[in-house]
């Protein structure tokens, strides 16, 4: 029972432009929801993260969109650099419960 | 202020044998969450642990369990290892509970392999 959901296991952008990713949840008990950046034998890191009462949240050049009718939320990086090339989390969390998604690939060409 | 630490860092274990791995968390933390890794499954919840008492559960088998002690220190044990048990663990700690517990930590994780 997969409640967060990434449906794109990979991701490959050119250095300078955007990179979107997305991420789909299905539990309304979910109020927050973040994103977790994580490099080759490290653990994740916390990036981002929105409450349910936003629907925008900006952090330099990463921005996550949160749309709740569609129960969707997304990840822009602006511009994308080659250090940015990772494993993306999305995770929803509720009730104190927090699921996460299958992790997308971003990979960001020079 | 030192982060999550696991150890070991990385195990080889055959079939049918039975595995403690061990995560400290952040100092003053009381929540700790387990979690693996597979490729293609991205981060399966495990269990977490507040105050030395399981708050919740995912849908593992009866095979995986956990406790925490009372400095907050947790272990996680697999009995009769299966080849998909093969995984990254990771542990995640948190302050407390509420709000605060969106705020997680992870450890570098504990790499298993069962062969």
């Known amino acids: 029972d997969q409640q967060v959901k990434q449906n794109s296991p990979s991701l490959s952008v050119q250095e300078g432009r955007i990179s979107i990713l997305n991420c789909d949840y299905t539990n309304s008990m979910f109020d927050y929801f973040l994103w977790y950046k994580k490099y080759p034998a490290e653990g994740p890191t916390f990036l981002i993260s929105i409450s349910s009462i936003k629907d925008k949240n900006e952090d330099g050049r990463f921005t996550v969109f949160l749309n709740k009718s569609a129960k969707h939320l997304s990840l822009h990086i602006v511009p994308s650099q080659p250090g940015d090339s990772a494993v993306y989390f999305c995770?929803?969390?509720?009730?104190?419960?927090?699921?996460f998604g299958a992790g997308t690939r971003l990979t960001v060409k020079p | 202020k030192a982060g999550v630490t696991q150890t070991p860092r990385y195990l080889i274990k055959t079939r049918g044998q039975q595995v403690t791995l061990s995560c400290s968390p952040i100092s003053g933390h009381r929540s700790v969450s387990w979690y693996q890794q597979t490729p293609g499954q991205g981060l399966q919840f495990l269990f977490e642990y507040f105050s030395e008492t399981q708050r919740n559960k995912g849908n593992f088998p009866g095979r995986f369990s956990g406790r925490q002690f009372s400095n907050s220190r947790s272990e996680m044990n697999v009995s009769t290892l299966e080849l998909g048990d093969s995984a990254l663990y990771l542990c995640?700690?948190?302050?407390?509970?509420?709000?605060?517990?969106?705020?997680?930590?992870f450890g570098p994780g504990t790499r298993l392999t069962v062969l």
């Open positions: 995770a929803a969390s509720g009730n104190n419960d927090m699921r």
């Open positions: 995640a700690s948190s302050p407390s509970s509420g709000r605060d517990y969106n705020e997680q930590f």
